[in-house]
């Protein structure tokens, strides 16, 4: 009775499309069981989850008192801002409380008192969690909306941004882009970037306050006027690469660049009427959750999705631990209705008894083998289950078997080494006279040179003789009259010809040219 009211209430948003549910109790002719769908969570009011952020310090009014005036009352200037005092104050958080009806309450900013100098503000809007807009973005100006401002946005929690929407009363002077218009745009241009003059001529500021960004225009090229066709619109997300990213945000930037200015040239002799003042920012959209989710939910000063279909992370990005038996996968809108779940799949239960840990979307049956294997494991791992590293790879004992980072490369020194296997912490195989984890360094008594070689001179056991010098532990530099490897034969002893007297003997050129050519020769000991 308790599965029939369930399924009851499951069926009227499965046949609609929505994405809504992510599994659900069926009677198949094997019993019953679940079965898993495509989801996702309720579009929200995002603007309760929001954290902001205003730039530059001291850019609120109020701190000290400031006087303004409105465009409609350029010579009444007495309105007063007053940080200090509740009823006159103007802090951030007034661009995301709920106006009360009549009383608009606003965040303001400083006057244009330092004229010429540009009167610039950003106001930041970070979730740390990505989200999917479902609505459009809809900022709320008091007292007129600025004639220059800019929308970014981040996907990866503000470490970096990209131009969202252009918004100027004359685009080609303010940004050198020709104005156009979201419904201009086609099928193969809903997600441009692009300038728009829609949101910034002055028309009286009690007439139009708002500046929008269009998600629902765009969405209509696909899903036409009054979004009926939601499941093309859902197709052409799932296709046309990179359109779901272009609505999926982690934050948000405002840069207010240029104030209203009451549809004339700025007025000098009163600087009191142009500032920006912010009522509501409205944020309409999803956590996005991969397909895996239906619910999100704000813990611990974000928000997270309920992650099903056995995954996890903020945004069901990942599979749980022992659901790795395949690589994780988005859900699908596709095919239509319910889409596919893509679930992870449990350790074991894929293709007979075949765990890859996730590093293999393939098993293969080996008929004269009988048993099952991962077929080409990624990651540099190999073995029935991608269970051992690849020849030249050792296991990272901080990483879990289904890491993607569980095997690390050797790196063994090429020359130093026997070859470029290594043992179980990262150990290679070096050849005579070589050390260290990679086989790059010498023992002592050895020098490096292409490989290391035991030293043929140094400063304590092998000494040159007779007043010869060591020259990089590689040989002696004999003084003219001595040879052998350590100087220590006099060439008189050897032929006499090289005796005091006879021709050829010390000072001649030939003999200094040769005592040249030999210092610059490598690997030279001995004439
Ligand atoms: C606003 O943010 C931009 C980066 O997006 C930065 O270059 C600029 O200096 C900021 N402006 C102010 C007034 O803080
Ligand atoms: C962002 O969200 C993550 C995951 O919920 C959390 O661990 C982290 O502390 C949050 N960071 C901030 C700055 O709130
Ligand atoms: C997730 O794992 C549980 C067991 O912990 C299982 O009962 C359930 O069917 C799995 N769900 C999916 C979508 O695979
Ligand atoms: C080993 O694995 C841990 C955990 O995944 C990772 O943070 C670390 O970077 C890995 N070490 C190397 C050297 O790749
Ligand atoms: C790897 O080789 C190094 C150096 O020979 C040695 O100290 C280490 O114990 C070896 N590790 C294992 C797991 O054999
Ligand atoms: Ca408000």
Redesign the pocket.
């Known amino acids: 009775m308790l599965y029939l009211a369930a399924l009851l209430v499951h069926c009227v948003p499965l046949a609609m499309g929505q994405y809504d549910i992510c599994k659900s109790w069926v009677t198949t002719d094997d019993g019953p069981s679940w079965e898993f769908y495509a989801c996702q969570p309720k579009a929200m009011r995002m603007k309760d989850y929001v954290t902001v952020r205003v730039?530059?310090a001291g850019?609120t009014c109020g701190d000290p008192p400031e006087r303004f005036c409105t465009h409609e009352n350029p010579y009444l200037c007495s309105d007063e801002c007053d940080a200090s005092n509740p009823d006159l104050a103007h802090p951030p958080k007034l661009m995301f409380d709920s106006e009360d009806e009549g009383l608009a309450t606003y965040w303001q900013s400083v006057t244009w008192r330092r004229y010429p100098e540009p009167l610039?503000?950003?106001i930041t809007l970070s979730w740390n969690k990505s989200i999917e807009l479902t609505d459009d973005i809809v900022i709320t100006f008091e007292y007129g909306r600025p004639t220059i401002m800019m929308l970014?946005k981040s996907l990866d929690n503000g470490r970096t941004?990209h131009p969202y929407q252009y918004y100027a009363d004359d685009c080609m002077e303010a940004f050198s882009m020709p104005a156009r218009r979201v419904r201009d745009l086609s099928t193969t241009s809903a997600n441009r970037v692009l300038c728009t003059e829609e949101y910034s001529r002055w028309a009286g500021s009690k007439k139009e306050k708002t500046v929008r960004f269009e998600v629902r225009d765009r969405f209509a090229i696909f899903a036409g006027p009054d979004l009926k066709n939601m499941d093309n619109l859902y197709t052409r997300l799932e296709s046309a690469k990179g359109l779901k990213d272009f609505f999926t945000v982690t934050d948000l930037?405002m840069?207010l660049l240029r104030p209203a200015l009451g549809g004339t040239y700025v007025q000098r002799e009163n600087l009191y009427k142009y500032f920006y003042a912010v009522s509501n920012i409205e944020v309409t959209g999803r956590c996005k959750c991969n397909l895996h989710a239906n619910l999100c939910t704000f813990k611990e000063g974000s928000l997270q999705c309920e992650c099903e279909h056995n995954t996890t992370g903020q945004d069901c990005g990942k599979c749980k631990k022992n659901f790795r038996s395949r690589s994780w996968r988005a859900g699908s809108y596709l095919p239509l209705p319910n889409g596919s779940p893509n679930a992870c799949a449990a350790a074991g239960s894929a293709f007979g008894n075949c765990e890859c840990y996730g590093h293999s979307n393939r098993c293969s049956y080996i008929d004269f083998l009988n048993v099952v294997t991962c077929v080409s494991c990624k990651h540099n791992t190999r073995g029935q289950h991608c269970q051992h590293c690849r020849l030249g790879f050792y296991r990272n004992s901080s990483a879990e078997l289904d890491d993607e980072n569980v095997c690390i490369e050797c790196n063994c020194n090429q020359i130093g080494s026997m070859h470029d296997r290594c043992n179980e912490t990262g150990y290679c195989e070096c050849r005579e006279g070589a050390t260290g984890p990679k086989c790059d360094d010498c023992l002592p008594n050895y020098y490096w040179r292409q490989g290391c070689f035991p030293n043929v001179c140094d400063d304590e056991l092998l000494l040159c003789q007779n007043g010869g010098t060591c020259y990089q532990n590689q040989r002696c530099i004999c003084p003219v009259g001595f040879k052998g490897v350590l100087c220590q034969q006099s060439r008189c002893e050897v032929d006499k010809k090289d005796c005091d007297g006879a021709p050829g003997a010390r000072g001649s050129p030939a003999a200094l040219a040769l005592g040249m050519l030999a210092l610059q020769l490598p690997g030279w000991v001995d004439l």
């Open positions: 730039d530059p850019i610039l503000a950003n970014e941004w930037r840069r």
